[in-house]
Each structure stands twice: as C-alpha cells, then as structure tokens.
C-alpha cells in the first residue's frame, strides 16, 4: 500500500532551520507531484510549498517564499522541505502529500490522493 512518512520535526528556537523529509512507498514516486501543507493550532490546514514531478519546478505559499526550500529526489523516493529563519508562526504539524493530476497552482487539498500522518514543528520565540 501506499505511505508518506514524515520526518525531521522538532523544536527550534525562531531564527533557526529544520529540515523536513517525506519519504513515499508504494507508488511511481517520480510520477507524483508532491506537496507540504501545515495545521496550526486552532487552525485550518493551509498550503505550503509543492514540487512537479518531471521539471522540479517549485510553487511557495507568499507565508514561506525566499524562507522554504522544496527539493525532490526521485532516486530516493523521498522530499525535502528546507525551512531557515523560522518564526514561531511557522509552529504546526507538516504534512505530506502527493497527487497525480490537478491543476496549477497546486494548492488545493481535495487533490492530493495520499497524505502522510504529520510531523510536529515548533518554533520558540
């Protein structure tokens, strides 16, 4: 079956990086588009950042553009999020996801086919 597994959460002080992986299984990983969103507390989920599977090419939430960093390799089966100079709004639970078709921006949920179970960010001010 399919899976997304998160990784690479934690605690960071504001001004600090973390770097988040997604690790997929069970697909054509190259295939996929994939996507970060996050859910902060109280909050409803929001888009963050996503990457084409053929070109790489990368879309950003405005929240995160010039801070966040999608990269894929599809060698691996696996993506990564480089988050530098958090801010304790940044603070949520990330998740993963992949679609296989949609449409552009990719910022709609009701897209993504497979979602992994989050991993937790905090960022202390």
């Known amino acids: 079956q399919v899976q997304l597994v998160e990784s690479g959460g934690g605690l960071v002080q504001a001004g600090g990086s973390l770097r988040l992986s997604c690790a997929a299984s069970g697909l054509p990983f190259s295939s996929y588009l994939m996507a970060w969103f996050r859910q902060a507390p109280g909050k409803e989920r929001e888009f963050v950042s996503a990457?084409?599977?053929?070109?790489?090419?990368?879309y950003y939430a405005e929240s995160v553009k010039g801070r966040f960093t999608f990269s894929r390799d599809n060698a691996k089966n696996t993506g990564y999020l480089q988050m530098n100079s958090l801010n304790p709004s940044d603070t949520a639970v990330y998740f993963c996801?992949?679609?296989?078709?949609?449409?552009?921006?990719?910022?709609?949920?009701?897209?993504?086919?497979?979602w992994g179970q989050g991993t937790q960010v905090t960022v202390s001010s």
């Open positions: 990457i084409r599977r053929a070109d790489g090419n990368t």
């Open positions: 996801a992949v679609r296989y078709s949609g449409t552009w921006p990719p910022m709609k949920e009701y897209e993504y086919r497979y």
